[in-house]
């Protein structure tokens, strides 16, 4: 009877409290994102696809559009080739185009982009990364009891400090560092907090990356908190990338260039 009574109070406090309350929430102009990060899933081909996202930021409850750039150019300094990306679709925002692998795994790569008259810089070197060495599925849960556990096994590469960057599917990612399994082999659990069902396919890839895009990806993975849209969706407030405005430095753009190897596997829920 008590609880009858709590709810019938509590309905008619939310059916009297009509009053439309505004929230501010912080605001800004919106500023180029470049997602540039370049995968190398086979460094021994003779040509890779690059593929580039350019979009702009939004305020908060917002998705993020499509920017047009007036271009994009990649080039090396150690030869005189370079690559034009053209835009896939008009106001798609991606834009793709076909390089030699060499050009992309050897020496200093630049990233030129203009918009609205604005020159935008990135640098990047390309960063080996490591086989996965098995994928399977556990039987253990965390807090609510119905995640689903992936073990995943690789083994540090050798004689160097390596960083590295999981993409788990469902814009989920993870960071890590060998400072504790340095050239040894390492088996970690990563539980999805959605409800899996079987017969669903989980795609991982492994990517080398430098310490500077650790970093950033770490940072960008804590104020994204896992969310649906992935880390390069954040609200415009996010973290500062490696990409610089040459002539109008206050006016940088979000995102990152790096060109990165990788490894991939997938399982099957079972």
């Known amino acids: 009877m008590k609880k009858l009574l709590f709810n019938f109070f509590c309905l008619n406090l939310l059916l009297g409290c009509q009053e439309t309350i505004s929230v501010d929430v912080p605001t800004e102009a919106p500023r180029l994102i470049i997602d540039a990060v370049i995968r190398v899933s086979d460094p021994t081909q003779v040509i890779s696809v690059v593929q580039v996202k350019a979009s702009l930021s939004s305020s908060f409850f917002e998705e993020n559009t499509p920017a047009s750039l007036s271009s994009i150019v990649l080039t090396n300094n ?8 053209t835009e896939e679709e008009e106001n798609s925002g991606l834009y793709s185009g076909l390089w030699g692998t060499n050009e992309l795994i050897n020496g200093n790569v630049t990233l030129t982009a203009v918009y609205n008259n604005e020159v935008y810089t990135a640098e990047a070197t390309y960063v080996p990364s490591t086989p996965i060495l098995d994928v399977s599925q556990g039987d253990k849960t965390l807090f609510e009891g119905n995640e689903t556990e992936i073990v995943i096994t690789f083994e540090d590469r050798k004689n160097s400090d390596d960083f590295y960057l999981f993409d788990l599917d469902f814009s989920q990612f993870l960071v890590s560092e060998d400072t504790f399994y340095k050239d040894q082999p390492f088996t970690f659990s990563y539980f999805y907090d959605n409800n ?3 017969g669903r396919e989980i795609n991982i890839t492994l990517l080398g990356v ?7 990806m770490n940072l960008l993975i804590l104020q ?7 880390p390069f969706q954040t609200p415009s407030t996010t973290a500062r990338g490696n990409f610089i405005n040459t002539s109008n430095n206050s006016n940088f753009a979000l995102g990152y260039f790096a060109i990165c190897q990788t490894y991939s596997a997938s399982i099957v829920i079972e």
């Open 78 to 85: 150690l030869s005189q080739n370079l690559v034009t990306l």
């Open 196 to 198: 899996l069902s079987p």
């Open 210 to 216: 430098n310490e500077s895009f650790y970093n950033y």
């Open 224 to 230: 994204s908190s896992g969310g649906d849209q992935g």
